[in-house]
């Protein structure tokens, strides 16, 4: 894993890569004005050929990363997490599973700590505007107990009911359960529930339909949960720009066809 950081050069170093393949990131200073008429924003191209597949915006570091992998685009944000990708990448070459499994689990973490340090700024900011903004007031007390206490770092469980279960034995048991139903957003780190200790709370938010009635509606993505999810670098990518903090861009690259590139050329000889 490689990037050319704020290269000097037009061509970015990437312009003799092979388009087929992931190419070297490309790391550049962002500015607030890059993309204004004049101010010179150009999309690097892969063999003169396709651009990154992503282009993400870290604006806590003021920089802009054109990158074929997830994993590029995480190794700006995760202090060392370039070194564990490697090794990942070297355990896979070595065909050895325990040593696939432990570079594995060692990015995870990397990336679940990542989250959490997010999932604690999020939260802080949240509380602070529903605070400004006199949402903070439609809450109950335990719900602003429970949003203040995972700004401080608690994970977050929702509010705890009580739901039928069955035990080890299929006998009928009860299994503590958390629900979010307030309007105020509760962020969330999936990474801090894989042990099993907490159960991650689901989304209570009512929506109310054409008749009237109120229902739970069951969405992939809650307005009232803020959730990070750091399984793997796409995933884990992909939520840090819906969370805001980041700006995702993902392009399609379409390879063009023969006929296509037979046109470009022939015209590229006439003008020659």
């Known amino acids: ?26 790391v550049v200073t962002n500015t607030a004005d890059m993309k204004s008429p004049g101010h010179g924003y150009t999309l690097p191209l892969i063999g003169r050929e396709r651009p990154h597949t992503f282009e993400a915006v870290l604006r806590d570091q ?6 074929d992998r997830p994993a590029d685009i995480l190794a700006q944000l995760i ?16 065909g050895n599973q325990d040593a696939i499994d432990q570079a594995e689990l060692a990015a995870f973490d990397a990336r679940s700590a990542h989250a959490t340090t ?53 006998n009928p048991a009860e299994e503590e359960l958390g629900e979010w139903s307030a309007t105020v957003p509760l962020v ?47 995933t884990y990518l992909s939520s840090l720009g819906r969370a805001g903090v980041i700006e995702l861009q993902e392009r399609e690259y379409v390879p063009m066809d023969d006929l296509y590139t037979s046109v470009l050329e022939s015209s590229a000889a006439a003008d020659a």
């Open 1 to 26: 894993m490689n990037a050319i950081n704020n290269p000097e050069t037009p061509d970015f170093g990437v312009e003799q890569c092979d388009p087929a393949r992931p190419a070297p990131a490309v």
């Open 62 to 67: 003021a920089l802009r990363v054109f990158a």
């Open 79 to 94: 202090p060392d997490y370039a070194g564990l990708e490697s090794a990942l990448e070297q355990a896979i070459a070595s």
């Open 118 to 170: 997010i999932r604690h700024t999020l939260q802080q900011r949240i509380n602070a505007t529903a605070h400004d903004d006199g949402s903070w007031n439609t809450l109950d007390e335990e719900e602003q107990q429970l949003l203040a206490a995972a700004a401080a770092g608690t994970v977050p469980t929702g509010v705890i009911y009580l739901a039928p279960a069955e035990d080890d034995l299929g």
């Open 188 to 234: 969330l780190n999936r990474g801090e529930y894989v042990d099993g200790d907490v159960n991650e709370p689901s989304s209570g938010l009512e929506t109310e339909m054409p008749d009237g009635r109120k229902v739970v509606v069951v969405v992939e993505h809650p307005e009232n949960l803020v959730i990070l999810d750091p399984i793997d670098p796409f």
